[in-house]
């Protein structure tokens, strides 16, 4: 250090008391921030995606593309297809910059280095002055939203029914994205669903309508 000099020691603790009395980090920590705390920052703008699969009664494996805000747990779109080259790929993140219009407020889009993720399909998100970054090599916990939604659905919906084809796994994610958007309670959002509605406090006396979906495999309940 630079008092030693001049014949001062100052030990390590006092250093870091003047730096945080000056509102300052220490020097390495200036300059840098973790994953987390990047996508914390930036979670209102930052979506993310992902692929799983699912095999058919007939043993035919169908590929899942699925994109989920960060901030609100939203999926915002799901597609499906056997074959899931770099055209069909392109032509999804087309259909997802047009559904989500000229307002849309994302600024990053998070994604593995998945070779089904062409340079066609972040050309879409780039045009749309959409960052498109690339998660490190075989690290999952880089796009744990994404990973936490594959978990979700398979646990409450695609691990409990038989998938007979495409058409019958289109239905069913269609089926499932509308309860999760609109009815599921997520913990992260103090068990609020991701589109905001806030359940209606119920009196005890109150009666109860339920409304199953996918053949009674899901329930939801709302005031008679």
Request: net charge positive; glycine share 4%.
């Amino acid at each position: 250090m630079r008092t030693l000099r001049v014949g001062i020691a100052v030990s390590a603790t006092s250093v870091r008391k003047v730096l945080l009395a000056a509102g300052l980090l220490p020097a390495p920590e200036r300059g840098s921030s973790s994953w987390r705390a990047f996508l914390r920052s930036q979670a209102a703008s930052v979506l993310a995606c992902d692929f799983l699969t699912v095999e058919t009664a007939f043993l035919q494996r169908i590929y899942i593309l699925f994109f989920i805000s960060l901030a609100t747990r939203r999926v915002e779109y799901v597609a499906c297809t056997p074959n899931p080259d770099g055209r069909w790929v392109a032509q999804q993140a087309r259909n997802l910059v047009m559904q989500l219009g000229e307002q849309q407020p994302f600024r990053f889009l998070v994604h593995d280095r998945d070779s089904k993720f062409s340079h066609a399909f972040d050309d879409v998100f780039r045009t749309e002055g959409i960052r498109v970054i690339r998660t490190p090599v075989q690290a999952p916990n880089a796009n744990a939203h994404a990973e936490r939604w594959v978990r979700t659905v398979r646990a409450d919906c695609l691990d409990r029914i038989l998938i007979l084809g495409r058409r019958h796994l289109e239905h069913v994610l269609r089926v499932y994205r509308l309860h999760y958007n609109e009815h599921r309670p997520h913990r992260a959002l103090r068990l609020v669903p991701p589109d905001g509605r806030d359940p209606t406090p119920l009196e005890a006396s109150a009666r109860l309508r339920r409304h199953d979906l996918l053949g009674g495999l899901i329930h939801e309940y709302e005031a008679a």
